[in-house]
């Protein structure tokens, strides 16, 4: 999710800055003067700029992204747009909740024919927490449900036959091989989620793929818990995609995950394969899991950068 905000305002600048202040229009058609306007020098030397290590990448509530969100209302002011922010700024204050897992708090364990195998944080699983509670529990059986995507537009349906009524949920990471964007939209986490409390789950567990692995390894996930997670609140302060039937989610290695098919008839690479065509497994796993979450969490603020060119057309 910090990626993807970082990636936002990154094709924000280089459309909206591509544009030199001042620059001189062309006689003829407008919309031939303002290709010729655009320049790859202006792109480049915004873009190197907001990605200077100065910036310290420009994380949502850190003193580089205030700077960067400074930086590109003062281009806007520059170019004569409007304002569209708070107040009459170009700032929009955005209420967000800071989530960082309290590791020494947070644990899970597989009891599988009776033996109880303890897990280790940063090593075998990671957590980010809940977001709205600063401890969770959950102990149930766990059923694996390949995409955990409900598509019925589409036809498609990893839930079908499978009752997840107080069961913890595992998944891969990605989606069906749907049209692009539809693929994009159904990998997303935030949908996920929401489709596994649907269906009555009162735990997640994502299971790390070799796919997943070399898209954002666990290796990279673990460096990434230097910075806590983030969720915007809305209005009544509850964070977005938010089920508080879900009492506890985690993050499993490459590693834990084949062990976590240990015993169910079918190997890891079977299960691995069957996603990665597309056509995933879906089963019961014989084991039940416990996992506690705890977080500290924080209310935080951080600000869209905002600005206004009027239409010409007075129609």
Known sequence: MRKLFNHLVCAAVALALALPAGAAPAANDPSDAAMESIRPEAIRAHMNFLADDLLEGRGANSRGYEISARYMA???????????????TYLQNVPLRSIRPDESNTSMSVIRNGKTETLVFRKDFLAAGDPARKETSVEAPVIYVGFGVTAPELNYDDYKGIDARGKIVAMVYE????????????????????????????GLIVVNDPVLEGLYSFKEQVRDLSRPSLRWLAKDGVPNVYFPQ?????????????????????????VFQAAKEGKPLTFPLPLAAKIHNQAKLEDVSSHNVIAKLEGSDPA
């Open 74 to 88: 003062t281009e806007f002011e520059s170019m004569g747009l409007t304002p569209a922010g708070d107040a009459g």
């Open 175 to 202: 989606a069906p091989n749907f049209e692009s964007s539809l693929k994009a939209h159904y990998s997303s986490l935030e949908q996920k989620i929401a489709n596994a409390a649907a269906h009555g789950a009162v």
């Open 246 to 270: 879900l009492r506890g989610g985690v993050l499993l290695s490459l590693e834990a995950s084949k062990q976590l098919f240990v015993g169910s008839g079918h190997t890891p690479e079977e």
